[in-house]
């Protein structure tokens, strides 16, 4: 790209993009394996976002293999070998929530393997659920039917919105955090600059890194494949200390410019869970863009090895303070 002289330096100052502050934290919690069960609760609940799914309890879980511990990983997963009766519960199924709530923090979260397959819908989320959405909610990581890139959001109580233009890898797709408009999509935005960052692509290409940044200033969420030369070495090594400052151009980023997030946000938990159809996968125009066969529901309840795919792999998650 050329510039003329006159103005040239002007020319060449506006593509110099915002700095990114970041800060530094320090490392409060490592959950690794069986660290899950002593760091989560199992939620056997009816599922609010009206999914195919029954969430089992611990015991279940753990009698069912459908959750699974060892040394260095922790899987979640669903049943994949009942056919469902029509009129009987959903697929069995496991949603775990944080013992600990994190306001301003870092949460790294490495992650091997994602569930897959038409009707599902798995999420890394952080919320507080008792008066939601008061204290508002951040989607780390989420999407369905396989569909690809991954999308982050927020869900708020109104009077919060995001700019259209922001300095950031996603495109923006939604503006308005207010839950209670826009059957709640939320503001938030779309990885596609990275089409591995979901679904069957992002466990063909091994896995890879979600963090999370909140303060009051901003809401900032990264993706970094298992591969990517660009991955700061804080988070490949997991340091006792990161610094943000040096993790680049956030893949999504909500700024506080028009939303107070100190009076949004309040303490969250951490949510990890997979359900099936719903109020998202289960919708008549997704699931029929997703290419998926039959309806959302029928093909959850009658073909289980579909499923084997179906489960979470996390190496760790680590949060910082």
Not at 177 to 190: I, K, L, M, Q, T
Not at 200 to 229: C, H, L, M
Request: glycine share 10%; charged share 15%; aromatic share 12%.
């Amino acid at each position: 790209m050329r510039f003329s002289l006159v103005g040239g330096a002007l020319a060449i100052a506006s593509l110099v993009k915002p700095v990114f502050t970041g800060a530094t934290y320090s490392l409060c919690d490592e959950i690794i394996g069986e660290g899950f069960y002593d760091k989560f609760n199992f939620e056997a609940i009816t599922d609010p976002t009206h999914g195919r799914v029954n969430y089992v309890d611990r015991e279940t879980a753990e009698n069912l293999g459908l959750t699974v511990a060892t040394s260095d990983s922790f899987i979640l997963r669903a049943d994949d070998t009942t056919v469902l009766s029509p009129t009987g519960p959903g697929r069995n199924s496991v949603r775990i929530r944080s013992d600990k709530t994190y306001t301003t923090h870092v949460a790294v979260f490495k992650i091997s393997h994602i569930p897959e397959g038409c009707g599902t819908w798995p999420a890394v989320w952080e919320t507080l659920e008792a008066g939601w959405p008061k204290n508002g909610e951040i989607d780390i990581l989420e999407g369905v039917n396989n569909m690809g890139p991954n999308q982050a959001h927020l869900h708020t109580s109104p009077n919060c919105s995001i700019p259209k233009n922001i300095d950031q890898l996603g495109t923006v797709v939604t503006t308005d955090c207010d839950a209670s408009v826009n059957y709640n999509s939320g503001c938030g935005s779309s990885f596609n600059y990275a089409p591995s960052s979901f679904g069957p692509k992002f466990n063909q290409a091994g896995g890879g890194w979600y963090a999370v940044e909140r303060t009051n200033e901003y809401i900032s969420v990264w993706y970094w494949g298992s591969f990517d030369f660009t991955t700061p070495l804080d988070v490949q090594q997991g340091f006792p200390i990161v610094d943000t400052s040096g993790w680049g151009t956030p893949s999504a980023h909500f700024p506080n410019t028009n939303c107070d997030i100190a009076s949004h946000f309040g303490p969250n938990n951490i949510i990890i869970d997979l359900t099936f159809c719903g109020d998202w996968a289960g919708d008549s125009a997704t699931y029929s863009q997703s290419g998926c066969p039959s309806t959302c529901v029928d093909y959850v309840n009658n073909n289980p090895k579909a499923f084997s795919g179906a489960y979470f792999q996390f190496d760790y998650i680590r949060i910082y303070e």
